[in-house]
């Protein structure tokens, strides 16, 4: 069954550092693959989006991805963090239906 | 103009009674969903439904109860509250069977008490 793994619970950066968030699929195929944000009391948003072609995928607020099939990961990244950035991302995998990781809490410190 | 919107907001409710949360999409979506966040943060979709047909039925016991009257509404009911049912409860939906992206709601705080 294809599963999810976000290895970092929690993660502390300085304002204007840089990140990187880690993102392992378990999946026999190529599957579709998304990150997604979710600031404190909100509903979740898309940052980006892998189907197929380019492996470096661009998304909103400056993120973006790099998909990696020999290593099964799809890491977000984001060169110069900011303060608003603080929030929960979760990478998500879609076979049949949307099945998230557990999510990693990012916390920037000015 | 909320493209998801979802209802109450919170709720805080006594074991045993039962509620329901109501979820409205203005996207013109096939598509809807009904996923449960816990404390640790973790989602976990329970059900969706496409064309008001319900096509994902995860391992949800029988006191929760999805109804679609049309496409552009799910509503959630739960009979029997426990204090597990305690968590967030997200709308989402998406244009067909979700292959795009999901647009979620903003979630529905449940307390059990």
């Known amino acids: 069954a294809q599963s999810v793994t976000q290895p970092d619970i929690h993660i502390t950066v300085s304002e204007g550092a840089s990140l990187e968030l880690r993102c392992n699929y378990s999946?026999?195929?190529?599957?579709?693959l998304f990150w997604y944000v979710q600031s404190p009391g909100q509903g979740l948003q898309l940052l980006l989006k892998?189907?197929?072609?380019?492996?470096l995928v661009q998304g909103i607020k400056g993120f973006e991805a790099e998909f990696k099939r020999s290593q099964s990961s799809f890491n977000l990244r984001k060169p110069s963090v900011h303060w608003s950035d603080a929030a929960e991302y979760f990478c998500?995998?879609?076979?049949?239906?949307?099945?998230f990781g557990t999510g990693t809490r990012l916390q920037v410190f000015p | 103009d909320t493209a998801v919107s979802q209802t109450p907001k919170y709720l805080v409710t006594q074991m045993g009674n039962d509620k329901s949360i109501k979820c409205e999409q203005n996207?013109?979506?096939?598509?809807m969903y009904w996923y449960k966040q816990d404390s640790k943060k973790f989602l976990k979709i329970m059900f969706s439904?496409?064309?008001?047909?319900?096509?994902i039925n995860e391992t949800v016991p029988n006191r929760f109860s999805p109804k679609s009257p049309d496409k552009a509404h799910l509503n959630l009911h739960i009979n029997s509250l426990e204090l597990g049912d305690s968590a967030v409860y997200f709308c989402?939906?998406?244009?067909?069977?979700?292959?795009?992206?999901?647009?979620f709601g903003e979630g529905s705080r449940l307390t059990v008490l």
């Open positions: 996207l013109g979506h096939d598509t």
């Open positions: 439904y496409n064309n008001k047909e319900l096509i």
């Open positions: 998500a995998v879609n076979t049949d239906k949307l099945i």
């Open positions: 999946y026999g195929a190529t599957p579709y």
């Open positions: 989402a939906s998406s244009q067909d069977k979700g292959w795009e992206e999901l647009f």
């Open positions: 892998y189907f197929s072609g380019d492996t």
